[in-house]
């Protein structure tokens, strides 16, 4: 088992920047591909980015690549969303999820995960 805590949600105005942290306990995190993923009022959960278990690979959702930027320290069992030039259609609560790295779905899949934080809302001003 893994348990995921999320963590740096919050109000932010458009423009602005957040972190995002998720925190695992359990098992080695190391060995776990690691995904963040979104879901709006009346939405559907949606991709955001994906690392792999090293870090060495990565992948993000289009509405978002440039702007959020995935990273992960292993020593600290941490996997991190870094979010810029944030934007109104950014808010909602953004879960991380995890799954073994050695899955062969692509990395956006959602059901893909076998586990899943709490989730932490992010709110973007106009």
């Known amino acids: 088992q893994v348990q995921l805590v999320e963590s740096g949600g919050g109000l932010v105005q458009a423009g602005g920047s957040l972190r995002l942290s998720c925190a695992a306990s359990g098992r080695p995190f190391g060995s776990y591909t690691v995904g963040w993923f979104r879901q709006a009022p009346g939405k559907e959960r949606e991709f955001v980015a994906a690392?792999?278990?090293?870090?060495?690979?990565?992948s993000y959702a289009d509405a978002v690549k440039g702007r959020f930027t995935i990273s992960r320290d292993n020593a600290k069992n941490t996997v991190y969303l870094q979010m810029n030039s944030l934007k109104p259609e950014n808010t909602a609560v953004y879960y991380c999820?995890?799954?073994?790295?050695?899955?062969?779905?692509?990395?956006?899949?959602?059901?893909?995960?076998?586990?899943w934080g709490q989730g932490t809302q992010v709110t973007v001003s106009p």
């Open positions: 690392i792999s278990w090293s870090g060495g690979r990565s």
């Open positions: 999820a995890a799954r073994q790295f050695t899955s062969a779905q692509p990395m956006g899949v959602a059901r893909s995960y076998d586990y």
